[in-house]
């Protein structure tokens, strides 16, 4: 399969409180990308993390990256209504150049005002 | 922000026919192009890769007869989807990268297809 994975599938917090959603991917990468999807749109670039960094942060975004384990976490703090959406990561493996990216399955948030 | 606009936004058609996508990057030249496909509250799936002025590189299982792509320029990718059947109904998204980045890809709209 493509896909990497990622948990939770979905997540309903209320507003204020902190998200976190987790990634997995399966290669060596160069990268991995966090993006977010408002229902029935396009994808927007939220944070790259190189292969060779382990945290960075946005705003209010902090993503980490453990290539040891395969695995990166995007953390959403003080959230908002506004934040209502999918969330997916996709990993760029060193095996496909630059060109690739293989996006997880995808985390469904709900922030409750 | 690099802009990428997808057109139409929103299509259906009669089973049988073809229908052709366009995919222009607005303010940038994108030496590659990509197409994805996603199922309802699912992910992304790469189709192809779409390199100006060369075959797209299809991703294994996708028909290339089926989904025909054309990068004729800089700023264009066309995806047509041939003798669309109702399995084919789906969202399609193209995505364009900046050569020489760090693979950053910045996406269109999609677009979604139905058919009847």
């Known amino acids: 399969s493509q896909q990497g994975e990622e948990d939770p599938q979905a997540l309903s917090i209320q507003e204020g409180e902190n998200a976190t959603m987790n990634c997995s991917y399966k290669?060596?990468?160069?990268?991995l990308q966090w993006y977010r999807q408002n229902s029935g749109r396009g994808l927007v670039h939220l944070i790259l993390?190189?292969?060779?960094?382990r945290e960075k942060h946005s705003g209010r975004l902090r993503v980490t990256l453990d290539t040891s384990k395969k695995s990166s976490s995007l953390l959403i703090t003080a959230s908002r209504a506004a934040d209502t959406a999918s969330y997916f990561c996709?990993?760029?493996?060193?095996?496909?150049?630059?060109?690739?990216?293989?996006f997880g399955a995808g985390t469904r948030l709900a922030v409750h005002p | 922000g690099a802009v990428v606009s997808q057109h139409p936004s929103r299509v259906i058609c009669k089973s049988g026919t073809s229908v052709k996508i366009e995919c222009r990057s607005l303010?940038?030249?994108?030496?590659?192009m990509f197409w994805y496909r996603q199922f309802p509250k699912q992910s992304l799936m790469l189709m192809a890769t779409?390199?100006?002025?060369?075959?797209?590189?299809?991703e294994q299982g996708v028909e290339k007869d089926k989904f025909l792509i054309n990068h004729a320029s800089l700023t264009l990718s066309t995806l047509t989807v041939t003798s669309a059947h109702p399995e084919d109904s789906s969202f399609y998204i193209c995505?364009?990268?900046?050569?020489?980045?760090?693979?950053?890809?910045?996406f269109g709209p999609g677009t979604r297809l139905t058919v009847l």
């Open positions: 779409s390199n100006e002025g060369s075959k797209a590189t299809y």
């Open positions: 303010d940038f030249q994108a030496t590659t």
């Open positions: 995505s364009a990268r900046v050569g020489g980045s760090y693979n950053e890809q910045f």
């Open positions: 290669t060596s990468i160069n990268n």
């Open positions: 993390i190189r292969s060779n960094e």
């Open positions: 996709a990993s760029s493996p060193i095996s496909g150049g630059y060109n690739k990216l293989i």
